[in-house]
């Protein structure tokens, strides 16, 4: 049931920006885009999220369209270390006012020296 | 600070047997959620926990169980493994149950890796 769509992997060289696509066309207008990875071996971290307004962290950019039905992450400089599994995300908003998260598939990025 | 510890790292179980996992959360984290997630798949939503409970569950069979304690802490039970129940089991921790506009990130726990045989 996730609502949003990555390509499966990506590759990138290191030192150069990479930017990860994500469509989420059913996305309502309170939807916030969430953005987590996974490194090898780990749980997922969480990046960065968004509602309208491109947003910057250290970590990383989001670029979001003006219609909201996609957005893109950008890391300005990739390193080896950011070798991940990425996700797009949109929360569920659950009964009794809580929330999960519903992961996709995620893109794969392979970051070469 | 730590993490989110789990417990334990790995587990090797044969069908038909019980489980029980166990997460901690990050020090004044009330919320805890569980996922399940299968090699090359994304984590998938089990159940979430908040103040002791439950506040939300996944599409999944009844013999999945999970429980909080008052230190919040949590437990998650699978009873009569099967074989497709072999998968990651990811803890997450986070202060309040939902965000809205408001960061509340989930923070993981490094996961415990289940294999039934």
């Known amino acids: 049931d996730a609502k949003t769509t990555q390509p499966n992997s990506m590759e990138s060289n290191e030192e150069e920006p990479v930017h990860l696509p994500c469509n989420h066309s059913?996305?309502?207008?309170?939807?916030?885009i969430h953005w987590y990875r996974q490194l090898p071996s780990q749980g997922p971290e969480y990046v960065i999220h968004?509602?309208?307004s491109n947003v910057n962290n250290r970590m990383a950019s989001l670029a979001i369209a003006e219609d909201r039905k996609s957005s893109t992450l950008i890391l300005h400089r990739a390193t080896l270390r950011d070798a991940a599994v990425y996700y797009c995300?949109?929360?569920?908003?659950?009964?009794?006012?809580?929330?999960?998260?519903?992961f996709g598939k995620g893109t794969k990025l392979t970051v070469n020296p | 600070d730590a993490g989110v510890t789990q417990s334990p790292t790995h587990l090797i179980k044969t069908r038909g047997q019980h489980v029980t996992l166990r997460c901690s959360p990050i020090?004044?984290?009330?919320?805890v959620s569980w996922y399940q997630q299968v090699l090359g798949q994304g984590p998938q939503f089990i159940f979430q926990?908040?103040?002791?409970?439950?506040?939300g569950r996944g599409n999944f069979p009844d013999r999945f169980s999970a429980r909080q304690f008052p230190n919040y802490s949590s437990e998650l039970n699978v009873n009569a493994l099967l074989l497709g129940d072999s998968a990651l089991y990811l803890c997450?921790?986070?202060?309040?149950?939902?965000?809205?506009?408001?960061?509340?990130?989930?923070?993981f726990g490094p996961g415990t890796r289940l294999t039934v045989l």
């Open positions: 968004g509602l309208t």
């Open positions: 997450a921790s986070s202060l309040l149950p939902a965000g809205g506009p408001i960061r509340n990130e989930q923070f």
């Open positions: 995300i949109l929360r569920d908003v659950l009964q009794g006012g809580s929330e999960k998260l519903v």
């Open positions: 926990y908040y103040e002791k409970e439950e506040r």
């Open positions: 059913t996305i309502s207008g309170t939807d916030y």
């Open positions: 020090s004044g984290h009330k919320s």
